[in-house]
């Protein structure tokens, strides 16, 4: 009988991590991005200018960084943006974008799905709806095969 | 258009012989069918079965009449027509993983076998010893090669890969062919340099395609969006993202006109004319104009009941093929004023498209 029968420890072992063929991505420098400004967002909500804090809350994307909470930050800024548009104003905010801005709304739009909270589901399924008219199939596709995403 | 079915297995790949009676295909197995056309019909005349894994790549060479296929058995055969027969002949690629891709060069005196060995296999015909030998490429894949085309100077070789890398070498074999004169790629060209490198194509580069002068180099890669580089202007890449699904084919038709089709089973015309200026021009597909008989009111509340939907039935697409196309092929007319091409698909049917140019409109 082999020594050890008793731990299966080995099998939790990642076995990728060890192979010398493995891919990895190109390193992209992204130790410096902060995500969107938040106090600048935050006024510009304030003041009820709801298309520019749209249009501040989607610069700046931390895509590079590998720092977890940078982006919850930025997640949670651009829900915060989302869903104080009313309904109706949804069709024009997205068609004042342009086709990178887009492609970003719907990463964050994804980002959003996968920790829904209390009403952010509806909101962002309005504004997925929007989005995909104004960015097609396509802009979905980019979300899916991003390897750096926000 | 026309369009004809070959069956109901998807088509992997197909190529034609130099005057266009004959095709070769692959339904989605090991065997390659060679169809002859009477008429409007095409007819079964030969069957090429050496393969024992499912063939990934047919190329047919129109001077040397030869064919090569390639599959995912690690295998490559240049098969040669003897008395009525083709004869297959193997070719040692030396590769450890499946074949994805292969094609003749334009003089057709050796050919590129891309892999998932992650090199690319280029081969050639050594008299001496009456067989075919290869020489790897390997610098700088690090995954699957998926699509390759040559230059026009049979030397320059276009690879996209999984690595989301598009990359030009220098598939140049001192045995068989003279140097080559300087191109804007550059003009040192041992083997298996890089000349050109994109990195970062936003996804897997499903098919790449130089132009007909080969100054420019036009790639599709997975993230639904058309790359184009221009070599001369200092190797410049102009992307363009579409609101498509991805496409997973791009020939050019003109020195400026792309064509590229996907899983979208339509082809679109794109526009490449300088730097920056990469746009789409039409979709090649109009969808036949369907006939919407009207329901009578019981068939209304039929499909109420049944389908919750008072629409009409879509069981079929709108566009000439069913599924997504896998591979579009040069028909008729020179590389630079292509007049007809051809796709194949999933939907195991083939078309044949006619291409007009812009200017004739």
Known sequence: ?150 | MSIYTFGLEPLSCHAWNKDRTQIAISPNSNVVHIYQKSGKEWNKIHELTEHSGRITGVDWAPETNRIVTCASDRNAYVWTLKDGVWKPTLVLVRINRAATCVKWSPMENKFALGSGAKLISVCYFEKENDWWLSKHIKKGICSTVLSLDWHPNNVLLAAGSADLHCRVFSAYIKDIEEKPGPTPWGSKMPFGEVLFEHKECGGWVHSVSFSPSGDTLAWVSHNSSISVADGPRGKQVTHLTTDNLPLMSVIYVTENDIVAAGHDCCPYQFSYIGPEALGFVKKLDVPKQSSKGSMSAMQHFRNLDKKATTEEDHNEMETLHQNSITQLCIVEGPKTNVEKYSSVGLDGAMVVWTFKPSSLQ
């Not at chain 1, 939790?12 to 990895?24: A, G, Q, R, S, T």
């Not at chain 1, 995500?35 to 249009?55: N, T, Y």
């Not at chain 1, 700046?60 to 800024?77: F, H, M, S």
């Not at chain 1, 943006?81 to 970003?104: G, H, R, Y």
């Open chain 1, 1 to 150: 009988m082999s020594k050890n029968t008793v731990s299966d420890r080995f099998r939790k072992v990642d076995v990728d991590e060890y192979d010398e063929n493995k891919f990895v991505d190109e390193e992209d420098g992204g130790e410096n991005q902060m995500g969107p400004d938040e106090a600048e967002v935050d006024s510009l909500i304030r003041q009820g200018s709801l298309m520019g804090a749209l249009q501040a809350v989607l610069k700046n994307p931390p895509i590079n960084t590998k720092n977890q909470n940078v982006k919850d930050r930025a997640e949670g800024l651009v829900l915060k943006v989302l869903s104080s548009f009313k309904s109706a104003d949804i069709e024009k905010a997205v068609q004042s974008l342009d086709k990178n801005s887009v492609d970003l709304l719907m990463k964050y739009i994804y980002k959003g799905f996968e920790r829904p909270s209390e009403n952010s589901s509806t909101v962002l399924l309005q504004w997925h709806e929007k989005a995909l008219s104004a960015g097609g199939v396509g802009c979905i596709v980019r979300v899916l095969t991003a390897r750096k995403t926000v």
